[in-house]
Every structure is written in C-alpha cells, then in structure tokens.
C-alpha cells in the first residue's frame, strides 16, 4: 500500500493474488485451493458434510408463517383469476358486439 504521508509514492508491490492469505482454510477449500487433489469419494463426503453444516445455519419458518403465506397465496391466485375470467369475458363481449356493429354497417 502506498505510504499516506507521501502520495507520490508507489505502490507496494503484491505478493499474493487477490484473496489469498486473507481468507481462512474453509473459503479456500470452496475456491478449490485447498492442495492436492481427493478423489471422488472424498469430495462427495465433503460435500455431504458442507450440506449438513450449511443446513443447520438454515433459519426455517415456523408452522404459523407457512400457514399464513400459503393463505395469502390462495387469496391472491383466488383474485387474479376471477380479475382475469372477467376482464376476458368483457373483452369477448366488447369484440363480439364490435364484430356486429361491423357486420351491420357493411350489410353483411
């Protein structure tokens, strides 16, 4: 890093690629910069034991939560298709009375 009392001075040189050195063993081994290569069993049972970790760290929502949203979902599926039936049978009828008017007007 360059020296804040003189910047004009240039910067220091790097001696790591982005990251390494300021990340611990767990973030490496994600990157795959852990070493030396395992075979395909050690990386399934890593994988399964990164699982078992990441899934005890899952915040689950409650009976309560679920019952709510799946209410408020119900009611919002519930409005949107009566919104949808009605708005298609007033355009139905709008086209159809269209379609006669049209069909008058031309002696058809």
């Given at each position: ?26 973030a490496r081994r ?79």
């Amino acid at each position: 890093m360059a020296d804040i009392e003189n910047p004009q001075a240039p910067p220091a040189p790097r001696t790591a690629r982005f990251g390494e050195g300021q990340e611990g063993r767990g973030a490496r081994r994600e990157r795959g910069l852990s070493g030396p290569r395992t075979s395909a069993l050690g990386r399934l049972a890593q994988f399964w034991r990164d699982v078992r970790a990441e899934m005890k760290r899952v915040s689950w929502p409650t009976a309560n939560d679920v019952k709510n949203t799946t209410i408020i979902t119900l009611i919002a599926v519930i409005f949107f298709a009566v919104y949808l039936f009605l708005v298609d049978r007033i355009w139905t009828f709008l086209l159809t009375q269209l379609n006669h008017l049209l069909n008058w007007m031309t002696g058809a």
